[in-house]
């Protein structure tokens, strides 16, 4: 947009710091609008979905597990990376049925976005699945969950406990309450 | 939790791949639970606040800024990254007068969650500020911002239209909904 101009950094240089299985970090100078010079230190992605799955009873499946980053365990939406030219929506099929084993019989999207716009482009794209058959899990090798299934209120006292405690899971729990408010009307 | 030890990853080795200004990124090696072994990479980050500022007229203060990572501008709430040692509450105040100008009379702890806990430790706190008092904004130096007010109504276009689209601030404007459908009763 030709109003977004007097904000826009242009690139000057860019350095490959790591390229991993999953990230890959690059260092750029840019240019300010102000004609200064500065550095960003950037995250590639390949991006992810996460799938708000509601049961008929109005129960939200949630997987526990172990996250690397923080050194312990939370309570999160089933959700998994885009494979290579994946559509998202086949992605979150996929995932939701290798997490929890459940396949639902519908999926509105609800939101994407960005999950930290200032250093990384990790953009995740959340659905809202119903209609819920249960089946065999099966996960990643390397990938370790127990699944949950919670009412809004308990997601929420988990949520105060920091049991549940990222972006797109507290984000689905507002969505989800949301819902209820609508359709209580 | 003695609970979660079937789901824990032990930490074999770790070695520093990066370390900016911002970031850091470091590469694991794992035991997983079942014995197999596993990489995972590491994006360390200092924390961060948002701040959910609303108007005595029910609007959302917001800034367009542009993002290195996206290569665009995007509409956010008024956010920073934590200072050495600082307190979350200490920093949304000043982020929020540094952004905006604004300075506000009441805050509340909305949520704190983890921005994408599948590679990165970030943690960000959210609150409501409400009383505010105009004033002079004063952004650092390598930040470019641009001041909105928006209504939900106007907040939730701008998502509809990508022009809003990252974690922190989609999940404001679903708490900003809850609590006008709470209000409403």
Chains 1, 2 share one sequence.
Request: hydrophobic share 40%; net charge negative; charged share 30%.
């Amino acid at each position: 947009m030709n109003t977004d101009r007097h904000l826009i950094e242009k690139t000057i240089s860019s350095e490959t710091i790591y390229e991993g299985k999953i990230i890959k970090v690059k260092l750029d100078e840019v240019l300010l609008p102000d004609g200064k010079k500065a550095k960003r230190e950037i995250v590639t992605h390949p991006g992810a979905v996460a799938v708000l799955a509601l049961t008929d009873d109005n129960k939200m499946v949630a997987v526990r597990q172990f996250r690397k980053p923080l050194e312990r365990t939370i309570v999160e939406l089933p959700a998994g990376k885009l494979e290579p030219g994946e559509e998202p929506l086949t992605c979150a099929k996929r995932e939701l049925q290798e997490e929890t084993g459940y396949q639902a019989s519908h999926f509105v999207h609800l939101s994407s976005f960005y999950t930290s716009p200032g250093f990384a482009d990790e953009l995740l794209h959340l659905y809202l699945a119903t209609g819920l058959k249960p089946g065999p899990a099966r996960p990643d090798e390397d990938e370790n969950v127990e699944v949950l299934e919670l009412s809004l209120e308990e997601a929420h006292e988990l949520h105060a406990q920091g049991e549940i405690g990222d972006a797109k899971t507290v984000l689905a729990l507002f969505a989800w309450e949301n819902r209820m408010w609508k359709a209580r009307g």
